[in-house]
């Protein structure tokens, strides 16, 4: 059995390739692009690269939608490119991760037009196929269940030449596989040596814990009731899905020193031990979705709103995944990734006054914690979110299909609700291509990028950034020097102060030698906070200038976080 990579001393630099650098002026972000780029990334200190899908794809959800898991999509480059990439990024100590997607397919994989062309084809137990739980009076086949799909208003499509619905929890055009089929999961672990022997490092697991379905299919009560929302929470951490990650460890990852992350929407901290528990053995961490649907739409319209998070419940659900996981596994920590808004914009203000301040600040809170964190492309130097005026300026397929529910269908939402809610939350937010320079296209492209620039590059771009030393970039390089410098930030316990303080979040990390103490305001207003005082603390770090001159119990200016460390 090889052992696993020091996952606890990770720091994760995710790549979103479609728009990250275009090298040859088509409009869309390449592998070589990156390549041209790994300086960047390996000066900001991070130990791995995550890349969102890279494989074959006609681009339904921008490449979460695979059909060649052996092939490099066109647009991004070659396999000869992506070698080249491992190879370089290995001569900068970086290791390469790849995004799993197998949950699903895209209706475009052989496998699936094998499926779907007659019943007793050899491919067709690979997918979820069923029959009509009935038909209309018309006519019309009616579902085999309720279930809703993420993107769409059924889970289940028909097909007219079978006579059969077949499951997707996504997109129509993303086709579930069937994990019950031993054929399957025996192409899913091949594929993944095919990838691990290339030199990759490990695997970013895409909607992991919905691979295994409850095989009666039964109604969701949230829909039955007349709930909109996904049936997703339903259909997660289902029978046989420790089953099949444990005989996932067991035929490939134990052969091979890896870095494992699953994507858990809908699971509790007991669902995190049991995914990442150390005495389990079956992932070295998951992304827990508790704080990221703090915010949501109180209606039930999903995510779909522009309120702001309650700072107490925000810091309460981050300390109760810190002590619910401490000692049995490891947290992950990230504040945005490609499927969420930017985080400056979202939880800190990215007013030109307060944007540097409040991601520095966010910054710091995270990083502090235990876990390994994860960097989005552009978070490094405060990007934020954007606020086109039409639809038409978007590409999301979930924006879209949101827009279409919501406006043109159900009339909840008119046009212009729906399109500041869209540009509160909408997932093309982290989707704009990566802001390089204040010249032409942001220095993405010399051609007319895939997505539209966010107009505000000119004053907020990397070139400009990486130059300060007050800005963003720099600070990152500084809290990830922190990380492997005190131990006390990897091994020490957690404790939450002031839990119910509206406008500060403070806590304590303590190993049996060091504290470290971590104070943070959430609002641009001074705020006072209730620490004990430790004569013993020296700050090691701070986003104000003159922090010689604040103690532990000097109440915080905006956005003003401090990290202070004290040693017996």
């Not at 209309?136 to 030449?161: L, R």
Request: charged share 25%; aromatic share 12%.
């Amino acid at each position: 059995m090889t052992q696993d990579i020091d996952f606890r001393r990770s720091v994760v630099y995710q790549i979103y390739p479609r728009s990250f650098a275009d090298s040859n002026g088509d409009g869309v972000g390449d592998l070589p692009g990156i390549i041209q780029h790994l300086d960047y990334i390996a000066d900001l200190g991070v130990t791995d690269i995550w890349l969102s899908p890279i494989y074959a794809s006609p681009n339904d959800d921008n490449g979460y939608d695979i059909s060649d898991y052996r092939a490099i999509m066109a647009e991004f480059g070659t396999l000869d490119d992506f070698d080249r990439l491992v190879h370089e990024a290995q001569k900068r100590g970086l290791r390469i991760i790849m995004d799993l997607v197998v949950n699903h397919t895209s209706d475009e994989h052989e496998w699936f037009q094998q499926s779907r062309s007659s019943r007793d084809n050899p491919y067709r137990d690979y997918y979820i196929w069923r029959d009509p739980s009935g038909y209309t009076t018309e006519g019309k086949p009616i579902p085999p269940n309720n279930w809703i799909s993420c993107f769409s208003p059924s889970a289940w499509e028909w097909d007219e030449p079978t006579q059969q619905f077949y499951l997707h929890l996504f997109s129509t055009k993303q086709p579930d596989l069937n994990w019950d089929n031993p054929k399957v999961r025996a192409e899913v672990y091949d594929l993944m040596r095919f990838w691990l022997d290339r030199g990759v490092s490990g695997f970013r697991m895409d909607v992991i814990n919905a691979i295994s379905k409850d095989p009666e299919f039964p109604d969701d009560p949230r829909v039955t009731a007349g709930g909109r929302e996904s049936s997703l929470y339903l259909i997660a951490n289902g029978p046989r899905v420790h089953e099949f990650l444990r005989e996932m460890r067991r035929e490939v990852l134990d052969d091979y020193s890896t870095l494992t992350v699953g994507e858990t929407p809908d699971t509790t901290v007991a669902d995190g031990l049991a995914y990442a528990g150390f005495n389990r053995g079956e992932l070295n961490m998951v992304f827990t979705f508790e704080h990221m649907m703090l915010d949501g739409n109180p209606d039930g319209y999903g995510k779909w709103w522009d309120g702001k998070v309650d700072v107490p419940t925000l810091k309460q659900n981050l300390a109760h995944w810190q002590e619910g996981l401490a000692g049995k596994a490891w947290n992950s920590l990230y504040w945005n990734n490609h499927d969420q808004p930017r985080v400056v914009s979202r939880f800190g203000d990215d007013s030109p006054q307060w944007r540097v301040t409040s991601a520095t600040m966010l910054a710091t809170t995270l990083h502090m914690m235990c876990g390994t964190p994860y960097i989005y492309q552009g978070e490094e130097i405060g990007m934020t979110n954007v606020a086109f005026p039409e639809l038409s300026d978007y590409d999301d397929i979930e924006q879209r299909n949101a827009y279409a529910q919501y406006v043109d269908k159900a009339k909840i939402f008119s046009h212009e609700q729906m399109m500041h809610y869209i540009h509160a939350r909408g997932r093309d937010n982290a989707r704009t291509p990566m802001q390089w320079s204040a010249t032409k296209n942001a220095g993405f492209s010399t051609g007319t990028p895939w997505l539209k620039i966010n107009p505000n590059y000119r004053e907020l771009n990397a070139e400009r950034d990486v130059a300060d030393p007050r800005g963003v970039y720099q600070y990152y390089q500084r809290l990830i020097e922190l990380r492997k410098k005190y131990p006390v930030i990897i091994d020490g316990d957690f404790q939450l102060l002031s839990p119910d303080d509206p406008y500060t979040f403070s806590y304590l990390r303590r190993t049996k030698t060091d504290t470290l103490l971590v104070t943070s305001n959430f609002t641009e207003h001074e705020r006072s906070v209730a620490v004990d005082s430790n004569p013993g603390y020296r700050l090691i770090l701070s986003n104000y200038e003159d922090k010689e001159k604040t103690t532990p119990e000097s109440p915080l200016r905006g956005y003003e976080t401090r990290v202070w460390l004290a040693s017996t």
